[in-house]
């Protein structure tokens, strides 16, 4: 079928195959920055706060802070006892300056990330020497520290680094351990060097950003309702202010939550709805032409076989199974198109360096081939059904005549 008009195949494989891109280089994307993989394992049974908003009881004065201050984290919800773990961090907004030795002139920015001793049971950090800093180093608030692969070769070229004294803010920092570097989608786990932050002064008036890991995500619920009596208790015991705590989120709505508003779930939605339907309702209408081309020249052969009784629902069944074909072959095009797109474009697409990779992990998986085959069945029946289903209605004699359908 494919031989019998090369040009109309080529142009339907290549019309599938571009239009396959452009959905799952969508959905790629979108898969990349949700699955749960090493370093963050637990994304999909982890939950995320990081704005609250207070309001005055007896005034309109209201506040609004990009992160939770430590002392609400302390006093309300580091004992909770719904979610499994919970823990804080702080990347700051300025990078930190770094030196190996303290009167070094020459300091590098990099990015530290301070955090507790639950951050290495949440995520998972592959470590080429050393460990992470301890709960017992936490507690006592000791200056150590964790360093990338990419951070050691930077600071130490090709000496060994664990061990040794780095200055972060004019602090000296003992490394106790050495990681492999991190991609920058990884958001919560990526940094170049990881701190307590009890070993910085001041840390008690500083804001968090809280991770909150479930069992099962069976148990969001449960954890969302521990935070809003969190929330009541403060409410009760504050005198001053009415507090409220946006969250917490799963981690693929809180990645929405750019600003102290609600996420708009719906509208989300919507807009991807509205983008996947152009993606496959344009080049479907054009698709159904060549679809349509090709059953026309075979009205002779639907017309044999209907005589000898064949029935309409085969013929049915035939023309989408060998359009299904078509779309399949462009399909798996289309995919490794969309993976050179993604690659290529990975700073638009994804905020990662030019020098960043992406894991193998990520785009390789059981859920992006599954959508593969489903919008591959979606473009073959929009595309065909319409002809299939002329050609399962033609009459045996106008089949003979090759009128058209």
């Given at each position: 079928m494919l031989k019998q008009n090369k040009f109309i195949s080529i142009i339907s494989i290549a019309g599938t195959s571009l239009a396959i891109m452009m959905i799952m280089v969508l959905i790629v994307s979108e898969s990349i920055k949700n699955v749960s993989i090493a370093p963050e394992p637990n994304r999909e049974r982890t939950m995320y706060m990081r704005y609250e908003i207070k309001k005055g009881k007896e005034t309109k004065n209201t506040n609004i802070n990009s992160a939770i201050n430590y002392e609400i984290y302390?006093?309300?919800?580091?004992?909770?006892?719904?979610?499994?773990?919970?823990?804080?961090?702080?990347?700051?907004?300025?990078?930190?300056?770094?030196?190996?030795?303290?009167?070094?002139?020459?300091?590098?920015?990099?990015?530290?990330?301070?955090?507790?001793?639950?951050?290495?049971?949440?995520?998972?950090?592959?470590?080429?020497?050393?460990?992470p800093f301890s709960e017992e180093d936490f507690k006592s608030g000791l200056k150590k520290t964790v360093i990338t692969e990419r951070t050691a070769k930077e600071l130490y070229g090709n000496q060994r680094a664990l061990g040794k004294t780095i200055n972060i803010d004019f602090k000296p920092y003992i490394i106790v351990g050495i990681v492999k570097d991190i991609s920058p989608i990884f958001k919560f786990a990526y940094t170049d060097i990881y701190i307590p932050y009890t070993s910085k002064?001041?840390?008690?008036?500083?804001?968090?950003?809280?991770?909150?890991?479930?069992?099962?995500?069976?148990?969001?619920q449960a954890i969302a309702e521990g935070i809003r009596a969190a929330e009541r208790k403060f409410n009760?015991?504050?005198?001053?202010?009415?507090?409220?705590?946006?969250?917490?989120?799963?981690?693929?709505?809180?990645?929405?939550?750019?600003?102290?508003?609600?996420?708009?779930?719906?509208?989300?939605?919507?807009?991807?709805?509205?983008?996947?339907?152009?993606?496959?309702?344009?080049?479907?209408?054009?698709?159904?032409?060549?679809?349509?081309?090709?059953?026309?020249?075979?009205?002779?052969?639907?017309?044999?076989?209907?005589?000898?009784?064949?029935?309409?629902?085969?013929?049915?069944?035939?023309?989408?199974?060998?359009?299904?074909?078509?779309?399949?072959?462009?399909?798996?095009?289309?995919?490794?198109?969309?993976?050179?797109i993604v690659i290529w474009l990975?700073?638009?697409?994804?905020?990662?360096?030019?020098?960043?990779?992406?894991?193998?992990?990520?785009?390789?998986?059981?859920?992006?081939?599954?959508?593969?085959?489903?919008?591959?069945?979606?473009?073959?029946?929009?595309?065909?059904?319409?002809?299939?289903?002329?050609?399962?209605?033609?009459?045996?004699v106008d089949s003979l005549n090759r009128n058209n359908l």
């Open positions: 302390k006093g309300y919800l580091s004992d909770l006892k719904e979610p499994e773990l919970v823990s804080i961090q702080s990347n700051g907004w300025d990078k930190s300056q770094i030196s190996t030795s303290e009167n070094q002139m020459d300091r590098k920015a990099m990015n530290v990330k301070s955090t507790d001793a639950n951050f290495w049971k949440i995520m998972s950090l592959s470590f080429i020497e050393g460990g002064g001041g840390f008690e008036k500083n804001g968090f950003e809280i991770l909150l890991l479930a069992k099962s995500n069976k148990d969001f009760v015991t504050d005198s001053e202010w009415n507090l409220t705590l946006l969250g917490p989120y799963n981690h693929s709505i809180y990645l929405l939550n750019t600003n102290n508003n609600e996420p708009d779930i719906k509208g989300n939605a919507r807009k991807n709805i509205f983008i996947f339907s152009i993606l496959l309702l344009i080049p479907a209408i054009n698709l159904s032409s060549f679809s349509l081309s090709r059953i026309r020249k075979r009205t002779e052969e639907i017309g044999v076989r209907k005589a000898f009784g064949a029935k309409r629902y085969v013929i049915l069944f035939q023309v989408l199974y060998e359009n299904f074909i078509t779309s399949l072959i462009g399909g798996i095009i289309g995919l490794i198109l969309s993976y050179i990975k700073q638009w697409l994804l905020g990662i360096d030019t020098d960043g990779t992406l894991p193998l992990e990520t785009l390789v998986s059981l859920p992006i081939f599954f959508a593969v085959f489903i919008v591959c069945i979606l473009l073959n029946l929009l595309s065909a059904g319409i002809p299939a289903y002329k050609a399962s209605k033609i009459k045996i």
